[in-house]
Each structure stands twice: as structure tokens, then as C-alpha cells.
């Protein structure tokens, strides 16, 4: 399985508007294009960074929409009154406890290790990282998305509510500074957002 990944840095005031047209426009877009297996929107309000993560059954459906996509996300980016940025990922692991509902929010933490310990990476993070995390109150679904080119990967999980997000941020940063520490990665960023769409079917993959 495989994601790309679409940031824009939005104008606060864009975000509704932004969230409506990928509601209306691109969701309906999505469902048409061959190996599309969903989509999700992450909004911060406060500093107007959305990122829209589209998963894909293989690389090569994922590459054959390029075409298709690239019009949707200007359109997208107009919308948002936003600059945008790309990145394309294989979706190395995911575990879901429930389905998110509404007001359901999610932590990501983008980090960078060395290419040739990527494996080392996902393996650490399936058998010490996720069972943590899974103990954490209000927990729904964790994933972890790789590039193994450059060696950057991104660990996100959803909770039931921002409170439940805001509980779990000691615990959280136990464990982001175990998975750095035993692996010699560098954390590149952390960002918490409001889970606006929720509709990727990717399938258990822990």
C-alpha cells in the first residue's frame, strides 16, 4: 500500500471552504480513480497547515494519478488560498482499535533515519511502540508511512477527542524519544490536527 501525502499551508480563515470542496469535490474525484482505497484531511486552525493523504492499492496506481490529481490539488490550493508541498509514501503498518467519529484528532511525528535502517525502524515501532501507544486512553488507529529513499518516515494516531490527544502528550513523548533514542533517527516535526475527513479504507496492516 502506498500514500501521497499533500500540505498545504492554508489561510485560517480558507480552512472550512477547503474542507468543503474536498468533501464535495475530491472525495467523489477520488472514488472514480482505479486502485484509490480512500482519503484523509488533517487541519490545524492555529496555524492553517492541512495535509490531505490519499492511499493507494500499489505504487503504480498511485503513479497513474498524477494526472488526475495535479488539477484537483491546484484547485484545492486556490480554495485554501495555500502553498502545497508533496510527498509520496509506502504505508508500512497500520492498527485500528475503532473508527475515528467526530471531533476525533491526530498527533503526527515526522522523523528521519538512516535508509538502510528503515526496517530496523518499522520493526522497533510494531512491537515496542505501537503496543504503548495502544494503551493510551482514547485511542483509535496508529500508522507508520516510510520513504525509503531519503530514509524520513511519518508516525500518526488518532484519538476520540482533542482532550484524549492532550492526555496522551507525556506518554507520547516517552516513547517519540525511546524510538529516537535506540534507532539514532532525528525527529523532523510534530504537529497535532483536527481529523476533518476520515475515509481511508486501509486495511490492518500491524
Same mark, same amino acid.
Given at each position: 500500500?502506498?500514500?501521497?501525502? /499533500?500540505?498545504? %499551508?492554508?489561510?485560517?480563515?480558507?480552512?472550512?471552504? !477547503?474542507?468543503?470542496?474536498?468533501?464535495?469535490? %475530491?472525495m467523489p474525484a #477520488?472514488?472514480?480513480?482505479?486502485?484509490?482505497v480512500g482519503m484523509?484531511?488533517?487541519?490545524?486552525?492555529?496555524?492553517?497547515?492541512?495535509?490531505? /493523504?490519499?492511499?493507494?492499492?500499489?505504487?503504480?496506481?498511485?503513479? =497513474?494519478? $498524477?494526472? *488526475?490529481?495535479?488539477?484537483?490539488?491546484?484547485?484545492?490550493?486556490?480554495?485554501?488560498?495555500?502553498?502545497?508541498?508533496?510527498?509520496?509514501? *509506502?504505508? =508500512?503498518? #497500520?492498527?485500528?482499535?475503532?473508527?475515528? !467519529?467526530? !471531533? =476525533?484528532?491526530?498527533? =503526527?511525528?515526522?522523523?528521519?533515519?538512516?535508509?538502510? *535502517? &528503515?526496517?530496523?525502524?518499522?520493526?522497533?515501532?510494531?512491537?515496542? %511502540?505501537?503496543?504503548?501507544?495502544?494503551? &493510551?486512553?482514547? @485511542?483509535?488507529?496508529?500508522?507508520?508511512?516510510?520513504?525509503?529513499?531519503?530514509?524520513?518516515?511519518?508516525?500518526? /494516531? /488518532?484519538?476520540?477527542?482533542?482532550?484524549?490527544?492532550?492526555?496522551?502528550?507525556?506518554?507520547?513523548?516517552? &516513547?517519540?524519544?525511546?524510538?529516537?533514542?535506540?534507532?539514532?533517527?532525528?525527529?523532523?516535526?510534530? !504537529?497535532? @490536527?483536527? &481529523? $476533518?475527513?476520515?475515509?481511508?479504507? %486501509?486495511?490492518?496492516? $500491524?
Amino acid at each position: 500500500m502506498h500514500a501521497r501525502s /499533500t500540505t498545504f %499551508v492554508a489561510r485560517p480563515e480558507c480552512i472550512d471552504a !477547503g474542507i468543503a470542496m474536498f468533501r464535495d469535490e %475530491v472525495m467523489p474525484a #477520488l472514488g472514480a480513480m482505479a486502485g484509490c482505497v480512500g482519503m484523509s484531511l488533517l487541519t490545524d486552525r492555529e496555524s492553517g497547515r492541512c495535509i490531505a /493523504t490519499t492511499a493507494w492499492e500499489d505504487m503504480a496506481a498511485m503513479r =497513474a494519478s $498524477a494526472d *488526475q490529481v495535479r488539477p484537483l490539488r491546484a484547485h484545492a490550493a486556490k480554495v485554501f488560498s495555500a502553498t502545497t508541498s508533496v510527498d509520496e509514501w *509506502q504505508i =508500512a503498518a #497500520l492498527h485500528r482499535d475503532h473508527s475515528s !467519529g467526530d !471531533g =476525533a484528532c491526530v498527533r =503526527a511525528t515526522w522523523l528521519k533515519a538512516r535508509p538502510d *535502517q &528503515l526496517d530496523q525502524t518499522v520493526e522497533f515501532y510494531k512491537v515496542t %511502540v505501537l503496543p504503548e501507544i495502544e494503551q &493510551l486512553d482514547g @485511542f483509535c488507529s496508529t500508522s507508520l508511512m516510510s520513504d525509503r529513499a531519503t530514509g524520513r518516515a511519518v508516525v500518526s /494516531t /488518532t484519538y476520540d477527542s482533542k482532550d484524549a490527544m492532550e492526555r496522551s502528550r507525556d506518554a507520547a513523548r516517552s &516513547l517519540r524519544t525511546a524510538l529516537l533514542r535506540d534507532l539514532g533517527a532525528d525527529q523532523l516535526d510534530v !504537529g497535532e @490536527f483536527e &481529523l $476533518a475527513i476520515a475515509r481511508l479504507r %486501509v486495511p490492518e496492516m $500491524a
